[in-house]
Structure formats: structure tokens, C-alpha cells
């Protein structure tokens, strides 16, 4: 199964708001609610910011937010920081009861 | 707090076999799927594999598939990954991670490193 698609890259200035999208297939993202987001900063661990298309864990600032329409998902960073510079993942659960991330997408804040 | 150790990376050589581990605490680890996710070197993450709780469900990707075996020990609070026949393909740090619900992968511990080389 090939991963979920996200654009390589994506850069925005202080304070704006980006978004990154994340496509799959009436196999994945389309089949359920099952939707996460992560954030990995360069030599750590992946820390999940959304669940469930759109919920966020307990501590996760509220500038994360998750959507979903069909069979693309995105994340909408507000107010952006030079700390959300770093590396966002998507993930899916499948039809075949697996789990499958995007590509990864390297956010740069100018 | 929830806390994810793995151990057991190492540098082997092709063909070869290692097993990992991932010891667990902070939370009831009998409560959870568990999930092993990997990063090659400047790569993306890839799901490997999950267990159920008392792991009768255990999915694993395709390219791992019967090669890597996944297990828990409830009693012991800990995470293991059975990994052979290793090629260069499976050079990656291999991190644990609790699965709060399908996939939601909501804590990770700080990974080990699998290095496979001749």
C-alpha cells in the first residue's frame, strides 16, 4: 500500500496560518475517522497533535487543528511560531486494519 | 507519567536476526494495542506493526511480513519485536509507541537503532 500523499514542503512567516493536506483512498482516509497528526523535530520522537481528524490530546495547543473532506485530511497551523519548525506526519487506519503515514512534510517558518 | 524505553539496536549483519524491546510504565500496558513504527535514515515514518492487548489481533506491513514477529509480555509490561532474515532495507530507528484507538499513536518512546551492514 503506498503511503499517503503530503507536499514535500510548505513555509510560512510569524504569525500566519499554513495547512497541510493529506491524500489517500476510499481505503484509508476516506474509510474512517481514524486520522492522526504528528510532529517530529529534527532527532526526537513523533508527537501526535490531532487524533480522530480533528481531536487534540490533552497539552497539544489548540493552533493545531485537523479537518477532513472525501479522501484528503489536513492540518491547519494559526499563529505560526518559529517552534513549529519541524517535520508533520499524517497517518491513517485501513480497510485492512493497518496503519499508514503520509510522506512526512518539512514546515519551514521564514 | 507514561514512559516507552526500547532496547536492543544494534549493528548486524545482513541475514541476521535482533530483537527488540520496549519496556513500559506509567500506564495499565495491558489496556492498550501496542505499535512499532520505524524511520530509516532521512526518511518518513512506516508503520510496522500492532498488537491487540492480549495480542490475539496482530497486523503487520507488508514488508515486514513474515520476516518480524510482534509480542507482549502484560505481566512483565513490556513490547518485543522478533526481527529476521534482515536486510539493508530494515536500517531504521525502531520506535514503540502506545496505541490510544486505531491508530492513534499517542506516546512514543525515544527510539534504538537498527543498523544492518555487512
Known amino acids: 500500500q503506498s503511503a499517503l500523499t503530503q507536499p514535500a514542503s510548505v513555509s510560512g512567516s510569524p504569525g500566519q496560518s499554513i495547512t497541510i493536506s493529506c491524500t489517500g483512498t476510499?481505503?484509508?482516509?476516506?474509510?474512517?475517522?481514524?486520522v492522526s497528526w504528528y510532529q517530529q523535530h529534527p532527532g526526537k520522537a513523533p508527537k501526535i497533535l490531532v487524533y480522530e481528524v480533528s481531536k487534540r490530546p490533552s497539552g497539544a495547543s489548540n493552533r493545531f487543528s485537523g479537518s477532513k473532506s472525501g479522501n484528503a485530511a489536513s492540518l491547519t497551523i494559526s499563529g505560526l511560531q518559529a517552534v513549529d519548525e519541524a517535520d508533520y506526519y499524517c497517518?491513517?487506519?485501513?480497510?485492512?486494519?493497518?496503519?499508514?503515514f503520509g510522506g512526512g512534510t518539512k514546515l519551514t517558518v521564514l | 507519567q507514561v514512559q516507552l524505553v526500547e532496547s536492543g539496536g544494534n549493528l548486524v549483519k545482513p541475514g541476521g536476526s535482533l530483537r527488540l524491546s520496549c519496556a513500559a510504565s506509567g500506564f495499565n500496558f495491558g489496556d492498550y494495542y501496542m505499535s512499532w513504527i520505524r524511520q530509516a535514515p532521512g526518511k518518513g515514518l512506516e508503520w510496522v506493526s500492532y498488537i491487540s492487548h492480549s495480542g490475539p489481533n496482530i497486523y503487520y506491513a507488508d514488508s515486514v511480513k513474515g520476516r518480524f514477529t510482534i509480542s507482549r509480555d502484560n505481566g512483565k509490561n513490556s513490547l518485543f519485536l522478533q526481527m529476521n532474515s534482515l536486510t539493508a532495507d530494515d536500517t531504521a530507528v525502531y520506535y514503540c509507541a502506545r496505541d490510544e484507538k486505531w491508530g492513534s499513536l499517542d506516546h512514543w518512546g525515544q527510539g534504538t537503532l537498527v543498523t544492518v551492514s555487512s
Open positions: 497517518s491513517s487506519y485501513t480497510t485492512s486494519s493497518t496503519v499508514i
Open positions: 476510499s481505503s484509508d482516509v476516506g474509510a474512517f475517522d481514524y
